[in-house]
């Protein structure tokens, strides 16, 4: 079992403060949904989480089991089994996505051969490929250069299968929703419910639509506002928000 525990987290980009305060407790193998109006700070909690150097922490803990991963570099945050799926991710060209994945999965879990799960590349492959089939990624996207000329639903499914590969303690999905048809929301959706299955990941998905929702029943609801948590609820805050908007709450 671990716990996330968010305390009074202040943070600040060029100088002006954009999380005020947010307080937040995630267990393991929990969904917990966070929605809010655009520049509520949703995306600059996920970037300052995952350690991002932009965004100034003044105040607050955030403490994963007993580590205060503030004190941590993004490296250690990964490593410790912290994971964020970016709402935008980047065109790293050059890179192949098989390559990717390993320098990530060794990034967590240290190289591959004696004494890591997998002896050869070829056998650590031969799992990101089983996974790939999972969770609905093209086989041959993984020789492809990340992320170059790949469509939303491609890169959002990508992501999905390098956080499996990853196995974290938590995941924060960053609108991962965004752009997706039906049927990726529904991949993604299933991809993410696999995952926490099977390693009882703790789960923080931002995003603005019901729709993903509906499928991940989340158990708690956090509305967002001016850079704290003003609300908290069950998934019939969904509701009310799609009726009468943020304005209306
Ligand atoms: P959300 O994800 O909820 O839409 P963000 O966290 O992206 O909100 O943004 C919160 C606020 O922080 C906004 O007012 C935004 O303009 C500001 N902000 C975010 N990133 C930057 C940045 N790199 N430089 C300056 N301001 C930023
Ligand atoms: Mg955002």
Request: proline share 2%; aromatic share 6%.
């Amino acid at each position: 079992m671990h716990k996330l525990v968010i305390s009074n987290l202040h943070a600040r980009i060029e100088q002006k403060e954009i999380l005020k305060g947010v307080n937040l407790t995630i267990q393991s193998g929990e969904i917990h949904a966070i929605m809010g109006p655009n520049g509520s700070g949703k995306s600059t909690l996920a970037n300052t989480l995952a350690g991002h150097p932009s965004y100034e922490v003044t105040e607050g803990t955030v403490h994963l089991d007993r580590k205060n991963i503030l004190e941590m570099s993004p490296d250690e945050r990964a490593h410790s089994g912290l994971f964020l799926a970016f709402q935008y991710p980047s065109e790293v060209s050059g890179v192949r996505v098989h390559n990717f994945l390993k320098t990530a999965y060794e990034q967590r879990f240290g190289q591959l051969g004696k004494g890591s799960k997998f002896a050869s590349v070829l056998e650590f492959r031969k799992h990101v490929e089983e996974l790939a089939l999972q969770l609905g990624v093209k086989k041959e996207l993984l020789s492809r250069g990340l992320n170059e000329g790949f469509s939303g639903g491609e890169k959002k499914r990508l992501e999905i299968l390098q956080m499996a590969l990853l196995v974290p303690s938590y995941a924060i999905l960053d609108e991962t929703d965004s752009g997706l048809d039906i049927d990726a929301i529904k991949t993604v959706a299933e991809g993410v419910k696999q995952i926490i299955t099977m390693h009882n990941t703790g789960i923080i998905v931002i995003t603005h639509y019901q729709r993903i929702l509906k499928y991940l029943e989340p158990d708690v609801v956090h509305i967002m506002r001016e850079g704290k948590i003003v609300q908290d609820g069950g998934t019939e805050l969904v509701q009310v928000l799609e009726e009468k908007g943020y304005s209306g709450m």
